[in-house]
């Protein structure tokens, strides 16, 4: 077999391999202002139905240390959302600076949104 045919059936194999994989949703929501357990209690919520959607969570929540000020925060959560294949959102993402800001990078950089009708 030449090596193109080799890098073909390689490539084939990968992506193969990729689409099989769970994909990771990024959970949009907001954080600043509310209590902590409300907080703890619906990213819980998103992450149970992302992971029976066959998908892997990831939630900002689970990388910001709590306490953390704004800027610390979004400087954690902008590269975490930006190595997931796709995002949701919570709540509506125009009532939270840091959800408009990730929403907004989102879309720039083509990341798609994937709607869950629990949430």
């Not at 193969?16 to 959970?27: D, E, H, L, N, P």
């Not at 209590?35 to 910001?64: C, F, L, N, Q, T």
Request: hydrophobic share 40%.
């Amino acid at each position: 077999m030449d090596k193109a045919a080799q890098r073909h059936i390689h490539f084939r194999l990968e992506r193969i391999f990729k689409s099989s994989m769970k994909k990771r949703v990024y959970i949009i929501a907001k954080v600043t202002g509310l209590p902590i357990s409300e907080v703890m209690e619906k990213y819980e919520k998103a992450k149970s139905i992302i992971r029976e959607s066959g998908h892997y969570p990831v939630s900002p929540v689970d990388h910001v240390p709590q306490g953390s000020d704004w800027v610390t925060a979004m400087r954690i959560c902008i590269p975490l959302m930006l190595s997931c294949d796709y995002i949701t959102a919570i709540d509506d993402v125009n009532t939270t600076a840091g959800g408009l800001v990730e929403y907004t990078i989102a879309g720039w950089l083509k990341i798609p949104r994937l709607y869950f009708s629990s949430l």
